[in-house]
Protein backbone atom coordinates (compact mmCIF):
# COMPACT_ATOMS: atom_id res chain seq x y z
CA UNK A 1 0.00 0.00 0.00
CA UNK A 2 0.80 3.53 -0.89
CA UNK A 3 1.18 5.37 2.24
CA UNK A 4 2.19 8.86 0.95
CA UNK A 5 -1.04 11.39 1.58
CA UNK A 6 -2.17 13.20 -1.64
CA UNK A 7 -4.59 15.92 -2.20
CA UNK A 8 -7.15 16.22 -4.93
CA UNK A 9 -8.45 19.45 -5.71
CA UNK A 10 -11.27 19.85 -8.27
CA UNK A 11 -15.11 21.50 -8.04
CA UNK A 12 -16.48 18.59 -10.65
CA UNK A 13 -17.39 15.68 -7.79
CA UNK A 14 -17.15 12.93 -10.81
CA UNK A 15 -13.48 13.87 -11.52
CA UNK A 16 -13.00 13.63 -7.23
CA UNK A 17 -14.89 10.70 -7.41
CA UNK A 18 -13.08 9.00 -10.03
CA UNK A 19 -9.49 9.92 -9.35
CA UNK A 20 -10.46 8.38 -5.36
CA UNK A 21 -11.65 4.96 -6.83
CA UNK A 22 -9.11 4.65 -9.28
CA UNK A 23 -6.19 5.34 -6.75
CA UNK A 24 -7.33 3.47 -3.78
CA UNK A 25 -7.48 0.55 -6.27
CA UNK A 26 -3.88 1.59 -6.76
CA UNK A 27 -3.08 0.97 -2.87
CA UNK A 28 -3.24 4.82 -2.22
CA UNK A 29 -5.01 5.43 1.14
CA UNK A 30 -4.57 8.32 2.59
CA UNK A 31 -6.65 10.96 0.01
CA UNK A 32 -8.34 14.09 0.78
CA UNK A 33 -10.15 16.32 -1.64
CA UNK A 34 -10.95 20.00 -1.58
CA UNK A 35 -13.45 21.75 -4.14
CA UNK A 36 -12.17 25.36 -4.16
CA UNK A 37 -8.42 26.75 -4.06
CA UNK A 38 -8.92 28.53 -0.76
CA UNK A 39 -10.02 24.84 1.35
CA UNK A 40 -6.77 23.51 -0.64
CA UNK A 41 -4.85 26.47 0.61
CA UNK A 42 -6.23 25.65 4.18
CA UNK A 43 -5.80 21.91 3.93
CA UNK A 44 -2.19 22.23 3.42
CA UNK A 45 -0.87 24.95 5.97
CA UNK A 46 -2.21 21.80 8.44
CA UNK A 47 -0.85 18.84 6.38
CA UNK A 48 2.11 17.82 4.53
CA UNK A 49 1.06 16.16 0.92
CA UNK A 50 3.50 14.04 -1.21
CA UNK A 51 1.38 14.89 -4.49
CA UNK A 52 -1.25 17.32 -5.22
CA UNK A 53 -3.29 17.31 -8.25
CA UNK A 54 -5.03 20.64 -8.43
CA UNK A 55 -7.12 21.97 -11.11
CA UNK A 56 -6.46 25.38 -12.53
CA UNK A 57 -10.30 26.53 -13.18
CA UNK A 58 -12.08 26.95 -10.11
CA UNK A 59 -14.27 28.89 -8.35
CA UNK A 60 -13.01 31.74 -6.70
CA UNK A 61 -9.30 31.98 -6.84
CA UNK A 62 -8.25 29.66 -9.59
CA UNK A 63 -5.08 26.63 -9.42
CA UNK A 64 -2.74 29.08 -10.45
CA UNK A 65 -3.69 31.80 -7.58
CA UNK A 66 -3.46 29.10 -5.04
CA UNK A 67 -0.14 27.40 -6.41
CA UNK A 68 2.15 29.86 -4.91
CA UNK A 69 0.28 30.05 -1.68
CA UNK A 70 0.61 26.18 -1.12
CA UNK A 71 3.78 26.70 -1.67
CA UNK A 72 4.73 29.12 0.83
CA UNK A 73 3.82 25.88 3.31
CA UNK A 74 4.31 22.50 0.93
CA UNK A 75 7.35 20.83 -0.74
CA UNK A 76 4.76 18.64 -2.38
CA UNK A 77 4.68 17.66 -5.67
CA UNK A 78 1.85 19.65 -7.52
CA UNK A 79 0.55 18.22 -10.94
CA UNK A 80 -2.14 20.95 -12.73
CA UNK A 81 -5.47 19.58 -14.19
CA UNK A 82 -6.50 21.63 -16.79
CA UNK A 83 -8.28 22.21 -20.52
CA UNK A 84 -5.51 24.68 -21.16
CA UNK A 85 -3.41 23.33 -23.46
CA UNK A 86 -1.42 26.17 -24.84
CA UNK A 87 2.71 26.64 -24.68
CA UNK A 88 1.81 29.94 -22.47
CA UNK A 89 -0.07 28.05 -20.12
CA UNK A 90 2.61 25.50 -19.34
CA UNK A 91 4.89 28.00 -18.55
CA UNK A 92 2.74 29.93 -16.32
CA UNK A 93 1.85 26.95 -14.42
CA UNK A 94 5.65 26.44 -14.20
CA UNK A 95 6.14 29.69 -12.92
CA UNK A 96 4.18 29.37 -10.00
CA UNK A 97 5.17 26.17 -8.75
CA UNK A 98 3.85 23.70 -10.52
CA UNK A 99 5.86 20.11 -10.90
CA UNK A 100 3.62 18.67 -14.06
CA UNK A 101 0.74 19.20 -16.05
CA UNK A 102 -1.86 16.93 -17.38
CA UNK A 103 -4.67 17.95 -19.67
CA UNK A 104 -7.97 17.08 -19.74
CA UNK A 105 -9.45 15.23 -20.86
CA UNK A 106 -7.09 12.55 -19.07
CA UNK A 107 -6.57 8.78 -18.64
CA UNK A 108 -6.62 8.31 -15.07
CA UNK A 109 -4.13 5.09 -15.42
CA UNK A 110 -1.93 7.85 -17.07
CA UNK A 111 -1.92 9.90 -13.94
CA UNK A 112 -1.71 7.33 -11.78
CA UNK A 113 1.55 5.89 -13.58
CA UNK A 114 2.90 9.45 -13.56
CA UNK A 115 1.94 9.92 -10.14
CA UNK A 116 3.83 6.71 -8.79
CA UNK A 117 6.96 7.81 -11.40
CA UNK A 118 7.41 11.04 -9.35
CA UNK A 119 6.99 9.26 -5.68
CA UNK A 120 9.68 6.93 -7.57
CA UNK A 121 12.22 9.55 -8.05
CA UNK A 122 11.40 11.14 -5.17
CA UNK A 123 12.51 8.10 -2.98
CA UNK A 124 14.98 6.85 -5.43
CA UNK A 125 16.78 10.48 -4.21
CA UNK A 126 17.28 9.12 -0.48
CA UNK A 127 21.01 8.21 -0.75
CA UNK A 128 22.56 5.01 0.83
CA UNK A 129 26.42 5.37 1.17
CA UNK A 130 26.64 9.08 -0.27
CA UNK A 131 27.32 12.72 0.45
CA UNK A 132 23.84 13.51 2.11
CA UNK A 133 25.14 17.47 2.81
CA UNK A 134 26.11 19.75 0.64
CA UNK A 135 28.03 22.88 1.81
CA UNK A 136 28.83 26.15 -0.89
CA UNK A 137 29.52 29.17 0.98
CA UNK A 138 25.86 30.42 1.46
CA UNK A 139 24.12 27.30 0.26
CA UNK A 140 23.38 24.26 2.25
CA UNK A 141 21.59 21.38 1.36
CA UNK A 142 20.16 18.34 3.26
CA UNK A 143 19.41 15.44 1.38
CA UNK A 144 18.02 13.38 4.01
CA UNK A 145 16.06 16.16 5.54
CA UNK A 146 15.38 17.73 1.57
CA UNK A 147 16.29 20.74 3.45
CA UNK A 148 17.97 24.33 1.47
CA UNK A 149 19.29 27.20 3.50
CA UNK A 150 20.51 30.17 1.94
CA UNK A 151 22.46 32.49 4.88
CA UNK A 152 21.13 30.34 7.26
CA UNK A 153 17.37 31.01 5.93
CA UNK A 154 15.18 27.75 5.13
CA UNK A 155 14.03 28.28 0.89
CA UNK A 156 10.78 25.83 -0.05
CA UNK A 157 11.81 24.59 -3.51
CA UNK A 158 9.30 22.71 -5.47
CA UNK A 159 9.87 18.98 -5.75
CA UNK A 160 11.32 19.67 -9.66
CA UNK A 161 13.46 22.43 -8.50
CA UNK A 162 15.13 20.86 -5.59
CA UNK A 163 15.51 17.37 -7.42
CA UNK A 164 17.41 19.61 -10.37
CA UNK A 165 19.78 21.36 -7.38
CA UNK A 166 20.46 17.86 -5.99
CA UNK A 167 21.35 16.56 -9.63
CA UNK A 168 23.49 19.43 -9.86
CA UNK A 169 25.38 19.18 -6.52
CA UNK A 170 26.07 15.14 -7.47
CA UNK A 171 27.49 16.60 -10.81
CA UNK A 172 29.81 19.78 -9.80
CA UNK A 173 31.23 21.21 -12.55
CA UNK A 174 29.73 19.43 -15.55
CA UNK A 175 27.96 20.66 -18.31
CA UNK A 176 24.43 19.54 -18.74
CA UNK A 177 22.62 20.20 -22.02
CA UNK A 178 19.06 20.89 -22.09
CA UNK A 179 17.97 17.36 -23.28
CA UNK A 180 20.59 15.78 -20.57
CA UNK A 181 19.19 17.45 -17.96
CA UNK A 182 15.42 16.64 -18.68
CA UNK A 183 16.41 13.59 -19.05
CA UNK A 184 18.03 12.89 -16.30
CA UNK A 185 15.80 15.11 -13.74
CA UNK A 186 12.67 14.83 -15.09
CA UNK A 187 13.19 11.03 -16.27
CA UNK A 188 11.79 11.20 -19.53
CA UNK A 189 12.59 11.38 -23.44
CA UNK A 190 13.57 15.49 -24.22
CA UNK A 191 11.48 15.77 -27.27
CA UNK A 192 13.06 19.42 -27.86
CA UNK A 193 11.31 23.16 -27.96
CA UNK A 194 10.94 22.40 -24.42
CA UNK A 195 11.21 25.83 -22.13
CA UNK A 196 10.65 22.95 -19.28
CA UNK A 197 14.28 22.96 -18.55
CA UNK A 198 15.17 26.75 -18.92
CA UNK A 199 12.07 27.49 -16.52
CA UNK A 200 13.10 25.75 -13.81
CA UNK A 201 17.06 27.00 -13.98
CA UNK A 202 15.46 30.30 -13.53
CA UNK A 203 13.36 29.39 -10.51
CA UNK A 204 15.99 27.89 -8.82
CA UNK A 205 18.47 30.66 -9.52
CA UNK A 206 15.73 33.25 -8.22
CA UNK A 207 15.82 30.88 -5.18
CA UNK A 208 19.42 30.20 -4.44
CA UNK A 209 21.40 33.42 -6.22
CA UNK A 210 22.00 36.28 -4.61
CA UNK A 211 21.23 37.71 -8.03
CA UNK A 212 19.63 35.59 -10.76
CA UNK A 213 20.69 37.73 -13.67
CA UNK A 214 24.14 36.76 -12.70
CA UNK A 215 24.53 33.77 -10.90
CA UNK A 216 27.31 32.49 -9.09
CA UNK A 217 25.82 28.90 -8.98
CA UNK A 218 23.92 27.59 -12.16
CA UNK A 219 25.67 29.20 -14.86
CA UNK A 220 25.54 29.15 -18.70
CA UNK A 221 27.82 27.75 -20.67
CA UNK A 222 27.41 29.17 -24.18
CA UNK A 223 26.12 27.04 -26.74
CA UNK A 224 26.77 24.10 -24.63
CA UNK A 225 23.88 23.98 -21.55
CA UNK A 226 24.83 24.57 -17.97
CA UNK A 227 27.22 23.43 -15.24
CA UNK A 228 26.90 23.91 -10.91
CA UNK A 229 30.38 26.06 -9.89
CA UNK A 230 30.13 24.79 -5.93
CA UNK A 231 32.93 27.41 -5.60
CA UNK A 232 30.92 29.88 -6.36
CA UNK A 233 32.90 31.58 -9.31
CA UNK A 234 31.70 34.24 -11.27
CA UNK A 235 29.63 33.22 -14.04
CA UNK A 236 30.85 32.96 -18.11
CA UNK A 237 27.60 34.22 -19.11
CA UNK A 238 23.45 33.90 -18.61
Known amino acids: MQQSPILIVDDEQAILQMLQTILNK ?14 AVELCKHK ?21 KIRATSNATIFFLTAR ?18 TKPFNPLEVVARMKAHLRRNHERIPQQQTTYYKYH ?13 NGKKVML ?11 CEHPNQVFSKSQLYEQVWKDQYLGE ?34 FVPDGDLHENT
Open 85 to 102: TTDLDKLSGFAVGADDYI
Open 48 to 68: QYAIILLDVMLPGEDGFDACP
Open 194 to 227: DNTVMVHIRKLREQIEENPSKPNYIVTVRGLGYK
Open 158 to 168: QAQVYNLLVFF
Open 138 to 150: DLHLNTLTAEVTI
Open 26 to 39: EGFTQIDTATTAEE
